[in-house]
């Protein structure tokens, strides 16, 4: 698994390097944080949809655990897996620590992204990460209890000619499933961890 996650960072370095002018200035579609500040109002999750085992979940599923959110979609060029090869590093480095919290990748683009999709690409970046899905009608309603953003743009390179533009933050959740911080997806591994830590240790 190592090795493997090694290689998944490699090709995301290079895919950061060769995309990431071109996704920003021909597209304007740059990375998007949360719409809230790290210690904002309160608000708790909720959502309805399907994992990528094809289960329903919802989020008292998850009561009892740290939950650590991030909205992308599995087109996405660079951005989204950089956040998920952040995720499953954190997970990895917080060892037996890590059962105490549960990553979820929630899909920005359920047209392409069903939950059989979902299941050949998250797991290739770790075995604790579940990938929801959902009708168009669940997502845009998680994405607004969430307070994240989503737009669909034209891409003439992309399969089936469009993009999706998507905030780009993980956003944390307490074991009550009440928010409690935001992360970048592009933060150092090590500063998740040692927050988790002190949170989950507390």
């Known amino acids: 698994m190592k090795m493997v996650r090694i290689a998944l960072w490699s090709m995301v370095a290079v895919a950061v390097v060769i995309v990431a002018t071109l996704w920003m200035t021909e597209r304007d579609q740059g990375p998007v944080a949360a719409r809230l500040a790290p210690e904002g109002e309160g608000f708790s999750a909720d959502f309805e949809l399907t994992d990528h085992n094809g289960m329903v979940q919802t989020e008292e599923d998850f009561r009892g ?3 650590l959110v991030f909205f992308g979609f599995t087109n996405c060029p660079d951005v989204c897996p950089m956040g998920l090869a952040t995720i499953a590093q954190v997970m990895d480095d917080l060892g037996s620590q890590s059962a105490g919290v549960q990553p979820l990748f929630i899909t920005v683009d359920p047209e392409r992204d069903t939950p059989s999709v979902l299941a050949e690409y998250i797991p290739q ?15 845009e309603r998680t994405a607004k209890s969430f307070n994240i953003y989503y737009q ?6 992309a399969p089936e000619n469009y993009s999706v533009g998507h905030t780009s933050s993980f956003l944390l959740f307490d074991p009550q499933g009440e928010f409690v ?3 970048e997806y592009d933060q150092d591994p090590a500063r998740i961890v040692s927050d988790l830590r002190d949170r989950i240790g507390a």
């Open 65 to 67: 655990r740290w939950m």
């Open 181 to 183: 911080r935001i992360y």
């Open 125 to 139: 970046f770790g075995p604790g990460i579940l990938g929801l899905s959902g009708s168009s009608e669940q997502i």
């Open 152 to 157: 669909k743009v034209d891409d003439a390179s």
